[in-house]
């Protein structure tokens, strides 16, 4: 897994984590980047797509078209999913990696997991193993996980979205 600019100096493997959660529950800091690729992995982006009769490529381009420019009231909840996961694949995998975390896009994304993080995914769009993962390791500790993001997101100074994607 790629660390993420500005995360946490304690960074632990998902396994460890988990260890130390079941054999002491203390103030462990998950990193940055757990936090938000299982947030956005958990909502099945393509299975959306396919039921809403849509190519992933027009989907994804309306939202993150609107997400990019800050117009999140433009954008349903299912719609802010799609954006979040998109980016999560953009940033950690799909050519916008080497951005930096004070990139717009991180805002952006950063601001999507603030607002999708308590959101439900309806039960056609969840991806059966990173759902129950979310459910059984991260939602149990949501609130440690929303101010790790929060203070990292309130702590960056983010240059200005310029570009098309």
Known sequence: MR??????PKLWSLENVNAMVQNESSDVEWNEAEWLTECALRFHFYAYCDAVGKEWEQVSRHCLELALKGEFDQLSSIEKLCAFFFLQ?????WGWD??????????????LFLMVCHEEVPADFRDPVRYKTWQRD???RLEQGIKLVERIHQETHYEPWSGEF
Request: hydrophobic fraction near 40%; glycine fraction near 4%; proline fraction near 14%.
């Open 138 to 140: 991260f939602e149990p």
């Open 89 to 93: 694949r953009l940033l950690f995998k």
């Open 3 to 8: 660390l993420v600019p500005h995360a946490s």
């Open 98 to 111: 080497r951005l930096p975390g004070n990139s717009a896009p991180w805002n952006t994304f950063r601001s």
